[in-house]
């Protein structure tokens, strides 16, 4: 977890330096784990305390939340003991994760009171505690019976601080005596030896003392007195108070450590729902996929039995021939049939007569023989919409959030997805916003990565001497080079077509083909939709997907 007892130390600061003194005037529970307070000093401030599992945090917040008509029970309970109350001080136990927030109050008798709210972010222990001046507790987010754990959190206990008996270190005697005495060779030894640290600070703390040859004493005391807020986007998203120099990825700096929270809290928001939508559309797009294919194989089977529909015309001409020989209440005929110079039997209906079972075969064989430009057209159709939903779930691999609503919002225009909400309506007219990149000779690259994206940046964004890329018979995306055929380089040529095989359905393979010509000579096919093109006077370059490329010609944007 990167909210650790450092962390909480540096916030505990913050808030002094900006709530001391401050009252609260509404408090707001926006979620089943998130409290907004609204505090005025000489300003009005916003804190917010997560006490959900994997996002708890405390601090100041800039954002604009949305706050519920009608409060939940806890919020009534905090609105009862703590509105209208003057936040006394903030104060951090040791260097664990949990914050005591003295808070003077009026009680019921107009008496002046003191009440404790306590935030422990404990990981699946994180609670939120309100307790009287004596620490006797008035009531809790989460209730703790003393059957589950040593420690009891329920009304009319008594709180008690959690117990750790590692190194506070901030006691630099005690850090020094514990760091001369016991080597520190690993993250384990540090979260064995040391209080309210997390495994990042203690790997920062591991690769410093190595690359600047300091002591780890030294090096530890360096980075906790530093204030440097920072989130490193890489693998795994992470944030701290120290610059993070063991990780790769890249680094947004922030004036404060408010702010660098707010924004670490949207990028997680923004990928857990990214990773709702994203699983809701593969979902529905893998059962398009089978639906499509369950449909294809009844049509192809359908087409098949008409393969020998000679057959039935035969037989009506046997019945009609033979017919003399056909006695009532016959079921079969066995007959010579001319066509092969071979006997045959013909299965015959006994309630009709031989012309009846005549007309029968001919009525049959004129029914199948007009159902098959049907049954093509109709296997045309449904081999182009499964075409579509495929590449629509190749394009799910690299899409972002905005992308995803992109694709959600043409669903719901080809009428295959119903809008959830009046949102969806203006969404689709939005237009669709394509990827821009710069390569090393300064030439601008556009990379559409849905169908939205495509058609807007083929038929309105290129000019018609920009050069088009796009992989040869695959799936993929439309590629821009802003420059024209005769001046493109070799630089620039293998770029935009890396972008392209990047941004297809080939992107795991090697050597794949990629189609380049002028945009001039891509057109639209009548009928279809608009990012489905035809082209000609292109030419085929074969290239190895390199994934790290985008990162680097972002660097360079």
Not at 110 to 133: M, Q, S, Y
Not at 183 to 212: H, W
Not at 307 to 315: G, T, V
Not at 327 to 338: A, F, H, I, K, R
Request: contains cysteine; glycine residues 4%.
């Amino acid at each position: 977890m990167s909210f650790d007892g450092l962390m909480l130390h540096k916030v505990t600061d913050d808030l002094n330096k900006a709530l001391k003194h401050g009252r609260i005037q509404k408090i707001y529970q926006l979620s089943t784990f998130e409290l907004l307070f609204s505090v005025k000093t000489r300003q009005k401030h916003q804190l917010m305390l997560n006490a959900s599992r994997q996002d708890a945090r405390i601090s100041l917040t800039y954002d604009t939340y949305d706050k519920p008509m009608d409060p939940p029970m806890f919020c009534m309970f905090l609105r009862k003991h703590l509105e209208g109350g003057t936040i006394e001080s903030f104060n951090q136990h040791q260097n664990d994760r949990v914050i005591d927030i003295a808070v003077l109050t009026v009680d019921e008798r107009k008496a002046r009171t003191k009440k404790h709210l306590i935030f422990e972010i404990l990981g699946k222990d994180t609670n939120i505690i309100v307790t009287k001046e004596d620490y006797s507790i008035l009531d809790s987010l989460n209730h703790v019976s003393p059957f589950e754990t040593t420690r009891t959190v329920a009304p009319g206990a008594i709180y008690e601080f959690p117990e750790d008996t590692r190194i506070n270190p901030r006691d630099e005697e005690a850090l020094k005596t514990v760091l001369d005495t016991k080597p520190m060779e690993s993250t384990k030894d540090f979260l064995n030896s040391i209080q309210g640290i997390s495994p990042l600070f203690a790997q920062e703390v591991l690769y410093r003392q190595e690359t600047n040859r300091t002591s780890v004493f030294e090096t530890m005391k360096t980075l906790m007195a530093s204030y440097d807020p920072v989130i490193k986007i890489g693998k795994k998203t992470v944030y701290a108070f120290y610059d993070i120099t063991h990780k790769d990825g890249e680094t947004l700096h922030f004036d404060s450590l408010s702010h660098m929270l707010d924004q670490a809290a949207q990028i997680k928001g923004k990928k857990h729902k990214k990773n709702q939508h994203e699983k809701h559309l593969a979902k529905f797009i893998k059962r398009e996929l089978d639906k499509k294919n369950a449909k294809l194989e009844a049509l192809q089977k359908d087409l098949r039995k008409t393969e020998n529909i000679d057959e039935d015309r035969i037989k009506g001409e046997l019945v009609l021939t033979y017919q003399h020989q056909i006695n009532e209440g016959d079921t079969s005929l066995t007959c010579l049939n001319y066509y092969t110079n071979e006997h045959t039997t013909i299965d015959l209906d006994s309630k009709k007569t031989p012309i009846e079972n005549s007309n029968a075969f001919f009525k049959r064989y004129k029914k199948r023989k007009r159902s098959i430009p049907h049954l093509k057209k109709a296997i045309r159709r449904v081999k182009r919409e499964k075409a579509y939903f495929q590449e629509l779930e190749s394009q799910l691999e690299y899409a972002e959030l905005s992308d995803l609503y992109e694709i959600r919002d043409e669903l719901v225009e080809k009428g295959y997805m119903k809008p959830s909400s009046k949102t969806d309506q203006k969404k689709l007219s939005k237009k669709a916003k394509h990827l821009k990149f710069i390569d090393e000779t300064g030439v601008e690259i556009l990379v559409g990565k849905n169908n939205l994206q495509n058609a807007n940046l083929t038929h309105n964004v290129a000019k018609h001497n920009d050069v088009w890329f796009h992989t040869k018979d695959a799936p993929g995306s439309h590629v821009i080079a802003k420059t024209t055929l005769d001046k493109i380089g070799e630089t620039t040529l293998r770029t935009a077509a890396n972008l392209a095989a990047l941004y297809s359905k080939m992107r795991y393979s090697s050597s794949v083909p990629v189609d380049y010509t002028e945009v001039r000579h891509v057109k639209k096919i009548p009928g279809r939709p608009a990012n489905e093109v035809r082209y000609s006077g292109q030419k085929t370059l074969f290239i190895d997907p390199d994934e790290e490329l985008p990162t680097k010609l972002k660097t360079k944007k």
